[in-house]
């Protein structure tokens, strides 16, 4: 069936037109309708290229085939909302207004969309309250660790207790081991539960970032050259000195280059040109006027799908297919990050780019 046109008056079409934030009308499957003027401009296309297409391929730049829309997803619920949100479609950071049109039955078969685009000021005030939620959740994920963490001990030892008295290779022994093993499985989750809401007792001591970076390409450079993959660097001149643990650090760039290897890997599954991953440094000032390095880290795979960027992070939540991945290796790195006064950042459109930005302050200049 074909979604339902929109009819409005000269009047109301001439007002609809002269709206300046872009706004699209979609139905509750997210096909779009129509769309302003500003719409239009904001995403450097024709009518006939906006019309009849799905929301998320508009504005989103996209979707991946093993993971659902938020957005497509929750316009089936024909709910209002209001959100911040990254629009690649429309190149920059909006305020999303998700309105449903009621007929006169009280059906909704029309859902309009309005974005503003938001000041700097507001997107500080969104990074900020990001910030606050993910350290909210590090803790609600640090607490749960703990409380499972002492039962999961006591079932381990008292298995391994019943296992010594076991006759070896019978069906008890056997049985017995791999409750073990599991429980030992149980304590990794949990331990890097307490990863991710780190806090650290290690002392940390002036290490070369650089030199963490080379290391890690080195302990993948034979797995990466194996798919075909290129690693071009750019490194400032002399050492980067950070206040750090050598082997935290390597884990969160270890942990993000097999992110993008996996990404490069799904999209050209045979050799490319374009299969590379860049790694590039730069010295910089931050807000405060206090200096810091800053990591990028780019490959060109499938991309995220921007209606999930703001998860990434989340403890178990993962854009990889069931079984390929926990979900916990970034919101161990984003723990990591932190506990070294530092922030990560990611920034994405489907079917072009992942690219993640690690800022961490510099020490001894």
């Known amino acids: 069936m074909p979604p339902p046109m929109l009819c409005l008056t000269g009047v109301e079409n001439e007002l609809f037109q002269a709206i300046q934030d872009p706004v699209l009308v979609v139905t509750p499957d997210g096909i779009i309708i129509d769309a302003n003027k500003a719409a239009l401009h904001a995403a450097k296309k024709k009518s006939y290229e906006i019309l009849g297409q ?5 504005i989103h730049g996209g979707s991946s085939p093993h993971l659902k829309c938020p957005l ?9 909302r209001v959100e911040e949100t990254t ?4 190149g920059g950071e909006y305020l ?3 309105s449903p049109v009621k007929d006169k039955d009280g059906t909704v078969q029309k859902i309009l969309l309005i974005a503003r685009e938001l000041t700097g000021d507001e997107m500080r005030k969104a990074d900020s309250l990001r910030t606050a939620q993910m350290a909210a959740i590090g803790e609600l994920a640090a607490g749960v660790a703990h409380e499972v963490n002492n039962p999961i001990t006591g079932i381990i030892n008292f298995a391994q207790l019943l296992l010594d008295d076991s006759e070896k290779n019978s069906l008890q022994a056997e049985l017995l081991q791999r409750i073990v093993n599991e ?6 989750i949990t331990k890097n539960l307490l990863s991710f809401a ?13 030199q963490v970076i080379k290391d890690s390409i080195s302990l993948v450079q034979h797995q990466c050259k194996k798919d075909g993959i290129k690693i071009k660097e750019q490194y400032p001149k002399g050492p980067c000195q950070v206040l750090g643990n050598f082997t935290q650090l390597q884990q969160v760039i270890l942990n993000i280059i097999s992110n993008a290897r996996f990404a490069l890997n799904e999209r050209y599954p045979d ?15 931050d807000e405060n006027n206090q200096p810091i390095i800053q990591i990028c880290i780019k490959d060109t795979g499938t991309g995220i799908p921007q209606g999930i960027l703001k998860r990434l992070f989340d403890p178990f939540f993962t854009t990889k297919p069931s079984g390929k991945g926990t979900g916990l290796g970034l919101s161990i790195s984003y723990g990591i990050v932190q506990d070294h006064g530092g922030i990560i950042k990611v920034d994405s459109i489907m079917h072009q780019y992942t690219r993640m930005l690690i800022e961490l302050p510099l020490t001894g200049i």
């Open 54 to 58: 799905g929301i998320c391929k508009i």
């Open 72 to 80: 497509e997803d929750f316009l089936t619920t024909c709910s209002s």
């Open 87 to 90: 629009l690649p479609g429309f």
């Open 96 to 98: 999303l207004t998700i």
């Open 183 to 188: 429980g030992e499985r149980i304590a990794l």
């Open 198 to 210: 780190r806090d650290s007792g290690n002392s940390n001591e002036p290490i070369d970032i650089i």
């Open 271 to 285: 050799t490319s040109p374009d299969k590379q991953i860049d790694i590039s440094c730069q010295t910089m000032v």
